[in-house]
């Protein structure tokens, strides 16, 4: 709805004021490597907004924030954000768009403390290990810290992935296009390399 109305404008103001006004702040969540540097969105998000911001005749303004900082300026009106899930609390405040791209989300546990899963009560007792302010949907945020423990963490996999070592956590949730578990362990193993101490 929001860029159905933006394609309007040109039309309706002056070029230069066009293109100002056709200038839209795309909030993304900020992912950090271990070195503590922003990881860049993918190459095809990066070619998906592209293609938006053609289609739509719009220039983003792309600003990474920490999950929390994200959302409130989301409920401030600084801007849409990309790339978050539904849960019911988000749906009273904000508008979602169909769904653009989906991901599958892992439980990563280390091989010294594995254990079944088939149900979210099967978490009882664990620490779960999750990005700081990310949503799992209704029925993971109401258990969480009551049927288990969840360890917030900043948005980096790496450092996560070192505390699954030192099992200051027995499993940590990881979001990723991957469908084949196999694809999944090769993308984790090679995060993890830059610190060979702590193999998973």
């Known amino acids: 709805f929001l860029l159905c109305l ?26 950090r490597n271990d070195r503590d540097e922003l990881i860049p ?21 792309v600003q990474y924030y920490p999950m929390a900082r994200l959302l409130n300026h989301v409920n401030n009106g600084d801007g849409i954000a990309f ?46 290990g999750i990005i700081r302010g990310v949503s799992y949907g209704d029925e993971f945020d ?12 900043t948005a980096s996999h790496v450092a996560r992935l070192k505390k699954l070592a030192m099992r200051r956590m027995d499993v940590m949730l990881f979001g990723a296009r991957e469908s084949d578990p196999r694809q999944v362990e090769t993308l984790l193993r090679r995060m993890q390399s830059v610190d060979k101490s702590h193999v998973l």
């Open 6 to 31: 933006i394609v309007l404008m040109p039309v309706l103001v002056s070029p230069v004021l066009a293109a100002q006004q056709n200038k839209i702040t795309l909030l993304i969540r900020e992912l």
């Open 83 to 128: 790339g978050l899930s539904k849960n019911s609390e988000r749906l009273e405040t904000m508008q979602f768009s169909e769904f653009i791209y989906a991901n599958y989300v892992w439980l990563v546990a280390s091989s010294m403390q594995a254990f079944e899963f088939n149900h979210i009560d099967d978490l009882k007792g664990k620490t779960v």
């Open 41 to 61: 969105v993918k190459d095809d998000i990066r070619q998906l907004l592209l293609f938006f911001e053609r289609e739509a005749q719009v220039n983003f303004d």
């Open 142 to 153: 109401r258990k969480k810290n009551v049927l288990f423990k969840v360890e917030e963490d």
